[in-house]
């Protein structure tokens, strides 16, 4: 089967395509704005790279969020159109929460009691879900204050992944910390891998946005 992922929700335009588990092509660059200007073309791109049409895609995952709440609608806006363009392909959505915990999977040494996403807003919040050593949910996504989500990490041993980690950590935590990982956004391979899971076990979620706060608007000033 061959798997498109892509995700614009962060400080960057990712896309990976995959043929089962292994990767055919990738591209991913750094920004802050114009992730939807690029997003099509790179996808065309890839798929020619790969020789592959886009009537040749059997899944099409996308990141449904948290992040910036015009790169979350970017991408799910681009899922949504190819799945009315071909119904005949699958999209589902995945929470860069669960796209992080794939990529901690990798690594079993560095897993803890307590494994904490810890995912930027730009804000004095930050975006979170903790995880239990068998990366089972513990608590449901949320956004919150440093302080409040620290006793929660407290008492037990804790890994902390994610790319709001280090601006977390830059305050005293006192947190008996197993493991850190730092990263600027999701392993899009990994966001992939999670929709190629869903689709196989037939638990496919068509994309909806993942949305844990207003969005950021300013007033225009009246003259």
Same mark, same amino acid.
């Given at each position: 089967?061959?798997?498109?992922?892509?995700?614009?929700?962060?400080?960057?335009?990712?896309?990976?395509?995959?043929?089962?588990?292994?990767?055919?092509?990738?591209?991913?660059?750094?920004?802050?704005?114009?992730?939807?200007?690029?997003?099509?073309?790179?996808?065309?791109?890839?798929?020619?790279?790969?020789?592959?049409?886009?009537?040749?895609?059997?899944?099409?995952?996308?990141?449904?969020?948290?992040?910036?709440?015009?790169?979350?609608?970017?991408?799910?806006?681009?899922?949504?159109?190819?799945?009315?363009?071909?119904?005949?392909?699958?999209?589902?959505?995945?929470?860069?929460?669960?796209?992080?915990?794939?990529?901690?999977?990798?690594?079993?040494?560095?897993?803890?009691?307590?494994?904490?996403?810890?995912?930027?807003?730009?804000?004095?919040?930050?975006?979170?879900? %903790?995880? !239990?050593?068998? #990366?089972?949910? /513990? &608590?449901?996504?949320? $956004?919150?204050?440093?302080?409040?989500?620290? =006793? *929660?990490?407290?008492?037990?041993?804790?890994?902390?992944?994610?790319?709001?980690?280090?601006?977390?950590?830059?305050?005293?935590?006192?947190?008996?910390?197993?493991?850190?990982?730092?990263?600027?956004?999701?392993? %899009?391979? !990994?966001?992939? #891998?999670?929709? /190629? &899971?869903?689709?196989? $076990?037939?638990?496919?979620?068509?994309?909806? =946005? *993942?949305?844990?706060?207003?969005?950021?608007?300013?007033?225009?000033?009246?003259?």
């Amino acid at each position: 089967m061959f798997n498109l992922a892509f995700d614009t929700t962060a400080a960057g335009c990712s896309i990976a395509l995959l043929k089962d588990e292994k990767k055919l092509a990738v591209f991913h660059q750094a920004m802050d704005f114009g992730q939807a200007e690029i997003l099509l073309p790179q996808i065309q791109n890839l798929l020619r790279q790969s020789e592959l049409a886009f009537s040749d895609l059997d899944l099409i995952t996308v990141c449904v969020g948290p992040g910036s709440f015009t790169g979350v609608r970017a991408s799910i806006a681009a899922a949504r159109a190819f799945g009315v363009a071909d119904p005949s392909v699958t999209v589902t959505g995945v929470n860069a929460f669960d796209a992080y915990a794939r990529t901690l999977a990798w690594y079993p040494e560095e897993i803890a009691a307590l494994n904490a996403v810890i995912i930027e807003t730009k804000r004095d919040d930050f975006y979170f879900q %903790i995880f !239990d050593r068998q #990366l089972h949910k /513990i &608590t449901e996504p949320a $956004a919150a204050a440093y302080e409040d989500i620290l =006793p *929660l990490l407290k008492d037990k041993k804790v890994t902390l992944i994610g790319d709001g980690v280090e601006r977390f950590l830059s305050a005293p935590s006192n947190l008996s910390l197993h493991a850190i990982r730092c990263q600027n956004g999701i392993d %899009i391979v !990994d966001l992939a #891998l999670c929709g /190629i &899971t869903a689709y196989r $076990a037939k638990k496919t979620d068509f994309p909806k =946005p *993942l949305y844990l706060r207003a969005p950021d608007v300013c007033l225009k000033k009246s003259a």
